[in-house]
């Protein structure tokens, strides 16, 4: 991979992730009206060209933005159609049959809407910056077109951070599967890594973080 993250970055990265990611937690149960917690299963760095495969074939539901504000780059979050029905059923209180209703649609838009705004959120809190975006755009189609249509203008140095997560829901007994992958712009993110100073020592040698 062409953008080397050192030890020390992963350590910063680790902690910017867990924070976004606990962020993500607590805006998915405001909404909701639940407590929610959330797991991190995996975090790793993967070279852009190979999200197609990360993200797979089988259309999934996806919202993206472009950040406009470092790490600039884009942030994207996938979940699975099961997904998509249990947070539809959770929010809105009724039972999906067949497609989704109209309002249960804008409720699956609200979540994105409130999950990515609480990830990006809780990662600007970390560096002690804003970082200002849009509403994100949610689509539902398969890796390959997500790729092509939201990273085509990423550069070769890029480096892609995948973080697998689980939202759990005990008093819904509801366990909900979402997949971040945020691609920022490579100098930025680095200067970035390098302005602020974190605890490294949750970091295992090959990227991954414990949860």
Do not use: W
């Not at 509403?135 to 990423?154: C, F, M, R, W, Y």
């Not at 490294?200 to 973080?209: K, L, N, P, Q, R």
């Amino acid at each position: 991979m062409p953008l080397l993250v050192d030890v020390r970055q992963l350590g910063v990265i680790n902690e910017l992730i867990r924070d976004a990611a606990e962020n993500v937690a607590v805006s998915f149960g405001t909404l909701a009206g639940v407590d929610a917690t959330i797991d991190i299963r995996a975090l790793s760095f993967v070279d852009p060209a190979d999200l197609p495969d990360e993200i797979g074939p089988k259309e999934v539901y996806t919202a993206t933005i472009d950040l406009t504000e470092p790490p600039y780059g884009s942030f994207m979050l996938t979940f699975s159609d099961a997904t998509a029905e249990a947070v539809a059923e959770l929010v809105v209180g009724e039972q999906v049959e067949g497609e989704l209703s109209d309002m249960q649609r804008s409720a699956l838009q609200e979540m994105c809407n409130i999950c990515t705004s609480g990830f990006i959120d809780g990662f600007a809190n970390t560096l002690n910056t804003t970082i200002d975006m849009g509403a994100p755009s949610l689509k539902h189609t398969d890796g390959e077109a997500i790729v092509e249509n939201q990273l085509s203008h990423i550069h070769d140095e890029a480096i892609a951070i995948v973080l697998d997560t689980t939202v759990s829901v005990p008093e819904a007994g509801t366990d909900l599967e979402l997949h971040v992958y945020l691609v920022p712009a490579p100098g930025a993110f680095v200067n970035l890594l390098d302005s602020i100073d974190l605890d490294a020592e949750d970091v295992t040698a090959s990227g991954h973080i414990s949860s």
